[in-house]
């Protein structure tokens, strides 16, 4: 069973930049969700998609998009980059949409601004 | 509102017993996760509690009381490699789909 793959796993940018996250779920997971971690913090919600839609959006500037594929694989593109978008940004699959299911989560993209 | 806290730090010796508590407020419940989180790593997945009790899966264990707002994780036999942050998550019960975790406790095990 392959786990959540993401890349790439650094990436330095400069302010107003524009820059694309990707991520691959589990296999047999159809559910992404994308989430923000600043140093010290616990991750913060950016978005879930599910079959394709998104399925809830928390507190991030639409500048914050995203996109998922029919094979569940994912991308966060970020618009516009701002110093404090500096981050670890975490992808996470689960097998159906819903507070039950158990969310695994990929290595990992850190994200630095300049 | 939502919230969840957590101890930022805590401190423990090798083979020791440490308890890691977490409160929490949400509108809803549909359970609590812990998570583990190596320093540059991403959270692994340790334990999902949703009816009250204790829930032991080997060295690990969590305990919820629903309505106490409350839950803890016991680690045993404490290892060198158990040091890390431990996060608390739940999916609040009006948009079940994402998780809100606390800040974490970052646990240093000491020699």
């Known amino acids: 069973e392959t786990g959540v793959t993401q890349s790439p796993t650094h990436l330095i940018k400069t302010r107003g930049q524009q820059v694309t996250l990707r991520c691959s779920s589990q296999?047999?997971?159809?559910?992404v969700s994308w989430y923000q971690q600043a140093l010290g913090q616990g991750p913060q919600f950016i978005f879930q998609y599910y079959r394709e839609e998104e399925n809830g959006r928390g507190n991030f500037p639409p500048r914050f998009s995203g996109l998922q594929f029919p094979n569940y694989s994912s991308e966060l593109n970020v618009n516009a980059l701002e110093l404090d978008d500096s981050a670890l940004y975490l992808c996470?699959?689960?097998?159906?949409?819903?507070?039950?299911?158990?969310?695994?989560f990929g290595p990992g993209t850190r994200l630095l601004v300049l | 509102g939502q919230n969840i806290d957590q101890p930022t730090e805590m401190t423990a010796t090798e083979g020791a017993i440490v308890q890691i508590n977490c409160t929490y407020q949400t509108s809803g419940f549909n359970g609590l996760f812990w998570y583990q989180q190596h320093a540059g790593e991403a959270p692994t997945f340790l334990s999902y509690n949703v009816l009250d009790g204790l829930e032991e899966k080997g060295r690990f264990s969590s305990f919820l009381s629903r309505s106490k707002g409350y839950s803890y994780l016991l680690l045993k036999e404490l290892q060198m490699k158990d040091s890390a942050s431990y996060l608390c998550a739940v999916p609040p019960g009006d948009s079940s789909y994402k998780l809100i975790f606390g800040s974490g406790t970052r646990l240093l095990v000491r020699p």
């Open positions: 996470a699959s689960s097998s159906a949409s819903g507070g039950s299911e158990t969310q695994y």
């Open positions: 296999s047999g997971h159809n559910t």
